[in-house]
């Protein structure tokens, strides 16, 4: 692990929109962000934990959503079977919305569940 010389970084105006390497959101023109010379990596000048620990929370959230199976029996009619891709779907709308979930619809939580058609 390279330490980084204090010297390397410096804290300037961003000239250019670009994305911070410690938490992966964006940052704008003019933001104030350190920027390593010897790495070329910039960051948020005031970027802190949370933002990493919620870009990462969402990365997991978006790559659960986009699932198209999951190895759960889910109850159907006489007859029926739900395909992996509505299984994933149902079990990410459980996960995420029901009882106990971070976005329950109390919490202003909503899921739109689709299909391409045909
Ligand atoms: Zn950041």
């Keep these: 692990m ?6 390397d970084v410096m804290t300037l105006a961003a000239k250019y929109p670009g994305r911070c390497a410690t938490c992966g959101y964006p940052f ?9 010379r010897t790495t070329r990596a910039s960051r948020h ?4 934990p949370e ?3 919620r870009a990462t ?6 790559a659960a959503s986009r699932a198209t199976g999951a190895d759960v029996e889910i109850p159907a009619p006489e007859g029926l079977a739900y ?3 509505q299984r ?3 079990v990410f709308c459980l996960d995420r919305f029901g009882k106990g979930g971070d976005a329950s619809p109390s919490r202003g ?10």
């Design 28 to 36: 704008a023109v003019g933001a104030p962000i350190d920027w390593d």
């Design 88 to 90: 994933a779907g149902i």
């Design 109 to 118: 939580g909503a899921a739109l569940i689709a299909d391409e058609m045909g």
């Design 57 to 62: 929370q969402q990365a997991q959230t978006v």
């Design 2 to 7: 390279r330490l980084a010389n204090l010297d």
């Design 45 to 48: 000048a005031a970027c802190v």
């Design 83 to 85: 395909l992996p891709l």
């Design 51 to 53: 933002f990493a620990a």
